[in-house]
Each structure stands twice: as C-alpha cells, then as structure tokens.
C-alpha cells in the first residue's frame, strides 16, 4: 500500500496523453496517470493503488496540517473560501518545536500585512525578529487553495485542440529560442526549483539562480501547468463526467465530510 506520490509508473500502463509528453517529470506522470485511474474506477484504485494519508503536523506550516475534506456540493462556502498558509523559514524549523510555536504566534499578530500586500515589509520584520539571514523568495509567501473554479464547457476535441496548441507552442518555443535549448533540456522537468528557497546547486545553465527560476516560473506557468490543467479536465470528461464518487471511497482514501456541510444537512 503506498500513498499517490509513490504509486510506481510501472503499475499504470498507457501514456498521459495521446503519447507522453517530454517535459513532465516521474513524478508529474505518475500523479497525472493516478487521477486518471482514480477517475476512471475509484473504488478500484482506492484499492489497488493507494493508502489513506495519515495527516500529522509537519512543523512546516503556521497553520498545521488537517485531514482533507470533502463536501456535499459546490455551494459549501467553505469550499468557495481562500485558504492561504505560510510556510515557516528553514531557518526557524532547524531551531526546534518552541521556535515553530513561537514563530505561528508571530505570524497570528503579524499576517495583516501580508493581507495588505506588504510583502517586503513582512519579510524584514521577520528577519529582524527571527534572524533570518538566508534569502526569502517573495513568491514562495503564500500557497492559495484554488476552491472551486468553474471550467469551460469544453468537448473531448476541444481539450485535444487546446492541448495540441500548446505543445506546439512549447516546441516552436524552443526551436525559436536556441540559447534556452540546453536549459529546457536540462532543468524543463525541474520547474519546481523556480520555486524553492535559496541556491540552486545544480545550477550549471549559465544563467544566474534568479534568472534560472525566473524562467522555469514562466516554463510552468505558460506551458506546464496549462497543459496538467487540461488533462485533468480531459481525464473528467473521458472516464468520470458527472463527478460521481461514493462517500465511503472519499472516506478510504482519507478524506472527511466538511463540518459546514454536516450541520446544515436537511433534516
């Protein structure tokens, strides 16, 4: 039994798409191939493939972890809600559980001027309190629950469209970018180092670390995300159309029914 993050890619047979698609890393495929199985058969994959996330807290959020919900509609305005949690400084979690608490206090008092959009004037008040030294990536602050987006009417030939568009936008992009071609090649599968605190010490593309993940951001969010976004959609609309998922499988796979909708459950 192993959670999704380690389901092995040899377990899923078939490609993600029509063919793989060369700047998905393993375990990109392996998450893409999951959500497909799950959506295809839930109740086997719940089975088969996965074990129920067992949620304990981390140390690394001000906001501890909690077990995920699920809920009785869109509606709920808990699902419609943005969450937003911060990611505690390195810094601060090598120096123990007390410094973590003491940091999530902190943050209680503080986060107005997050809410304000005072990004850099959180960032100095939190060094200077915290003596932090090392750099604070200004864009790495918050992690936003995307809630409930409501997505195009699309067709199965118009998600196909869509996605063939951008995959030959991402290779005219590299034939028309010959001095980015051997940084795609090498980092275009690692865009998640544009997003991480600090050095990147891998980093032999010529190009310093902020302008190294300035571009993996921008391969990401140009390329990348828009195409995991409409496989997600195109998995929804092959094999799972309506959403359709039997609580007691939610439950397996470790989720629990949302508090708003329990109390304000017809009678």
């Given amino acids: 039994m192993r959670t999704l993050s380690e389901i092995s890619l040899n377990e899923i047979e078939g490609n993600v798409y029509k063919k793989d698609i060369y700047f998905f890393n393993k ?112 864009k790495s602050i918050e992690l936003n629950n995307s809630g409930s987006e409501k997505v195009k009417n699309y067709s199965i030939q118009q998600l196909e469209n869509e996605i063939d568009d951008i995959l030959r936008e991402a290779g005219k992009f590299y034939r028309e970018n010959p001095d980015k071609q051997q940084i795609i090649k090498r980092f275009g599968k690692l865009t998640f180092l544009g997003y991480i605190e600090g050095n990147i010490f891998t980093n032999d593309s010529g190009l310093n670390d902020d302008e190294l993940k300035e571009f993996l951001r921008m391969y990401e969010e140009k390329f990348k995300k828009p195409v995991k976004d409409l496989l997600l959609e195109y998995y929804r609309l092959l094999h799972n159309p309506e959403m359709m998922f039997k609580e007691t499988v939610l439950e397996v796979l470790g989720f629990k029914y949302c508090g708003f909708c329990i109390t304000n459950e017809p009678e």
Wanted: glycine share 2%; net charge positive; hydrophobic share 35%.
């Fill in 27 to 138: 375990k990109e495929v392996a998450l893409l191939k999951g959500i497909r199985e799950f959506l295809r058969d839930p109740e086997n994959f719940s089975t088969k493939y996965y074990k129920p996330i067992k949620v304990k807290d981390s140390l690394r959020f001000v906001y501890p972890e909690k077990q995920p919900s699920f809920h009785k509609d869109s509606t709920c305005p808990m699902l419609q809600s943005n969450f937003v949690n911060f990611e505690i400084p390195e810094e601060v979690r090598e120096k123990g559980e007390n410094e973590v608490k003491r940091f999530r206090a902190w943050y209680a008092e503080n986060k107005i001027l997050l809410e304000n959009g005072e990004v850099e004037k959180f960032i100095l008040k939190m060094q200077a309190n915290f003596f932090i030294t090392r750099e604070i990536n200004p």
